[in-house]
């Protein structure tokens, strides 16, 4: 069987908290090698569809296929086994342990899959080698052993996204990656993402800011109110005009 | 002899400090009851062994797994009930552990029980043989614990305690290390009780009450919680401290409460925790010569 | 004989409920469990024995002992535990049992190991129903009516001030309540100031109710009141007067009534965990976003 063209296909997701429809029925789907930006304005749901594909979320209904195998409603551990690696929005590195221990703490998932080989050594030279090439990559392997609680908001997205890739993951998901970085800093992270895309790996990105999205994505998909009101290149969706609305209503709204 | 006495509280100490810390320490849920485990392991071996005519061979671990199936329990309800809540619940199990022990006659309820002083390899156990197996036992653990950080459970463990939700997206499931870590800590915990029990030749109740448990936090904190030697030097202090005041000994509680309040005060990441003040006379002692190095 | 009680029950739960308020308000705020709060519990008693000894007049220790103790809480939070809220938890913890056990130790230097009569001259007709098998003392009435009157007061403070105002959003969240131009540090003065000035009247309450004070009366208080307030739902006073009734209750009943073979306090937290595995939040707590 050829392989799909779709690494992940989301069919008719919805997400009702009681009476709060936050996601209400949305399909969407990326290709391999696509980076496929989800936007839209404040409490559009692009968290909460974010949350749910992840596993953070348990979705009120639809599916979630991951390269054809449903994935809808796993605990985020296990989602995090099927190859998708995520990012927070609010960065969640373990600030008490080290650089490196962070980078090495997502090399179990391969190296030590089950409780009783958590016993075994993981400092050994070859992960810790492999643990610096990760960090190379995102150009933080001069911290490797400062504490990842002392390293600026910057540098913490940078040793968020080298954890996510260490799970070699088959989709890399990112929540705002950009939020409360400096102009410096979104510029590093705009050339940090084309590396990754000239390798070849899938990125699905919320994003808040349109121009950043617009410059990294290939498709995007625009929710509104939980619902999907756009889906296209970025050309074509910036000239839709229910895309336009939407966020000119939070122009007003602001 | 008054020394070995000493140095066979002090070996206990270590034990429980380093296995609380496991727990405390490494996986950052809280212990308000390590004494119910301590206990249960005690209680354990002084019941195979009296009662069931059991060597000290096989008592020694059994007392650590009974502890253990129940500190896996207590795991178990960690992964429902939490921070503040399960703090409080932990004083709850020290509680009910303990008034198990005093009002069920097969406990020997308010009687206490008897324990045989044990055999191994045909050598019957002094004071000096219990304290030349603390010691072993001492050695095993701290291996462990030195081995810990840098081994994928302590990575796991340290996810864990630093945010359940990172170490979710990294693949780990939270709730089976959590377990895990309750069910280790308190095997060392139960074993300890074991050579507790036959070193004392009677056991009560009340040797697991809720101030022991206390006491053993303190070890961990005062020394360093999550840290290798922390708790080992928090065990040796507190357990010597009540020695060497004897001579103020009607102060002795004065001293100890205001020792802990002004250690919290001005060393609150523990003896050796990162940036105490041992540390820094430590890394200056080392670092002359790399100081540059790292500037230059 | 069943009446009797449900009326102990109630009786124990106010004690409880009085024991615990000072602790559940600093939780509610400081977000620790505050153990050295049954230390003033103990100073609170102890003051106004002083008091009482030294000027005979009743309100004279009353308002000494609460002030006094007050005061030390507000020391209590500017010198220990405010330098240590970023801390981890368990610092503050170990800091609090450590001020505990100085306390306590303080108290038998000073005064004695031995217990006091802690006389206020309360004198309350007992009543007798021998039909229904009914006795009830007048020291009870004082309890009850003290608690309802502090829990008035507390109402009052929280709910019609606009100290306590600040108090409650300060409780919802310290952080956005600076941001709204909270001043958090006075509140948390306050919140001391009032938790201890609770923890003093909760001492001479037991006091004047078994007529006797001993340095280490704040033992059973230490927990028993973490078991109210965790059960209550940490840092809501109302959670705590619920918590203590439900514990004062299935205490009096489960011991005295249906003949549990373990004591009150294994009682009080087997209680307590059976409710946490129903409810891992407490009583009236709110689950917490993570």
């Given at each position: 069987m050829a392989e799909a063209k779709e690494l992940l296909k989301v069919m008719g997701l919805k997400k009702y908290f009681g009476g709060l429809k936050a996601v209400d029925g949305v399909d969407l789907s990326v290709r391999r090698g696509e980076t496929m930006g989800l936007i839209g304005p404040n409490g559009a749901g692009k968290t909460t569809f974010f949350n749910m594909v992840c596993g953070a979320y348990t979705p009120t209904e639809g599916k979630i296929l991951l390269d054809g195998h449903e994935i809808q409603g796993l605990p985020a551990h296990a989602v995090a086994r099927k190859g998708i690696a995520r990012t927070f929005q609010i960065t969640k590195v373990f600030k008490d342990m080290t650089v490196e221990d962070n980078l090495l703490a997502a090399f179990a998932l391969r190296r030590a899959p089950n409780l009783w080989s958590s016993l075994g050594r993981s400092h050994t030279r070859r992960n810790r080698e492999e643990a610096m090439e990760y960090l190379e990559r995102v150009d933080i392997a001069a911290l490797a052993?400062?504490?990842?609680?002392?390293?600026?908001l910057g540098y913490m997205r940078r040793l968020e996204i080298a954890r996510a890739l260490a799970l070699q993951p088959i989709l890399l998901m990112l929540d705002e990656p950009c939020a409360g970085l400096s102009k410096d800093a979104t510029h590093d992270f705009m050339e940090l993402t084309g590396k990754l895309q000239a390798a070849g790996t899938t990125i699905m990105l919320v994003e808040h800011n349109m121009a950043v999205a617009t410059a990294l994505c290939n498709r995007m998909t625009v929710l509104s109110y939980g619902v999907k009101i756009a889906e296209g290149t970025p050309q074509e969706v910036q000239s839709n005009q229910a895309v336009i609305d939407a966020y000119l209503g939070e122009a007003e709204e602001a | 002899m008054y020394e070995q006495v000493i140095a066979i509280n002090v070996g206990l100490a270590m034990l429980l400090a380093m296995s609380l810390n496991i727990i405390t320490g490494f996986a950052g849920q809280p212990t308000l009851g390590h004494a119910a485990f301590y206990g249960i392991g005690a209680y354990t071996s002084a019941l195979l062994t009296?009662?069931?005519?059991?060597p000290f061979l096989l008592a020694l671990p059994a007392a650590g797994i009974m502890a253990a199936l129940v500190g896996m329990l207590l795991g178990l309800f960690s992964v429902r009930v939490r921070e503040d809540f399960l703090a409080v619940t932990t004083i709850g199990i020290n509680f009910v552990v303990v008034a198990i022990f005093q009002y069920v006659e097969f406990f020997g309820a308010s009687m206490g029980l008897a324990v045989p002083k044990p055999e191994m390899f045909g050598v019957r156990f002094g004071n000096t043989e219990i304290l030349g197996l603390l010691i072993v036992l001492n050695v095993l653990v701290y291996l462990f614990m030195r081995h810990l950080p840098h081994s994928w459970l302590g990575l796991a463990l340290g996810g864990v305690r630093n945010d359940e939700e990172a170490a979710a997206s990294l693949g780990y499931n939270a709730d089976h290390y959590k377990v895990f870590a309750f069910t280790i800590g308190t095997f060392f915990a139960g074993m300890t009780g074991s050579v507790y029990a036959h070193f004392m030749g009677f056991i009560s109740s009340t040797d697991f009450s809720f101030p022991v448990s206390i006491g053993v936090l303190s070890m961990a904190v005062l020394g360093g919680l999550g840290t290798v030697s922390g708790p080992l030097i928090g065990a040796i202090i507190l357990t010597l401290a009540p020695e060497v005041f004897r001579f103020v000994s009607d102060y002795r509680m004065l001293v100890y409460g205001g020792l802990l309040v002004l250690m919290m005060r001005f060393q609150p990441q523990g003896l050796v925790g990162d940036d105490s003040f041992l540390q820094r006379i430590w890394a200056a002692v080392r670092g002359r010569g790399k100081e540059g190095k790292r500037h230059g | 004989m069943f009446f009797q009680q449900i009326i102990n029950g109630i009786v124990v739960g106010s004690v409880y409920a009085l024991t615990a308020m000072g602790a559940t308000l600093v939780y509610g705020i400081m977000r620790i469990l505050d153990i050295s709060n049954a230390g003033a519990y103990a100073i609170g008693a102890y003051v106004s024995f002083f008091f009482l000894l030294q000027t005979g007049s009743p309100m004279v220790a009353l308002v000494m002992g609460i002030a006094l103790t007050a005061v030390f809480g507000f020391l209590v939070q500017k010198f220990l535990y405010a330098p240590l809220m970023n801390k981890s938890p368990n610092v503050s913890l170990i800091a609090g049992i450590g001020l505990f056990i100085f306390l306590q130790d303080f108290l038998r230097l000073v005064a004695g190991p031995q217990a006091r009569e802690l006389n206020f001259g309360v004198l309350l007709p007992s009543l007798q129903f021998p039909k229904i098998g009914l006795t009830l003392y007048g020291t009870w009435f004082l309890i009850i009516g003290a608690t309802a009157l502090l829990l008035f007061i507390l109402w009052y403070l929280l709910n019609r001030s606009s100290i306590g105002l600040a108090w409650r959003a300060t409780a919802q969240d310290l952080e956005t309540a600076k941001a709204m131009g909270i001043n958090t540090n006075r509140v948390v003065a306050f919140n001391f100031i009032l938790g201890y000035g609770f923890a003093a009247v909760a001492g001479i309450l037991v006091g004047i109710l078994y007529n006797s004070i001993y340095p280490t009366m704040g033992d059973v208080p230490a927990y028993k009141m973490l078991a109210v307030i965790v059960l209550g739902g940490l840092g809501s006073p109302w959670g705590t007067v619920l918590a203590a009734l439900v514990i004062g209750m299935a205490e009096t009943l489960i011991g005295g009534y249906v003949g549990f073979f373990l004591p009150r306090d294994a009682i009080a937290f087997v209680v307590l965990i059976l409710i946490l595995l129903w409810r891992p939040q407490g009583l009236l707590g709110r689950r917490r976003a993570s």
């Open positions: 052993q400062s504490k990842a609680g002392d390293l600026s | 009296a009662k069931a005519g059991w | -």
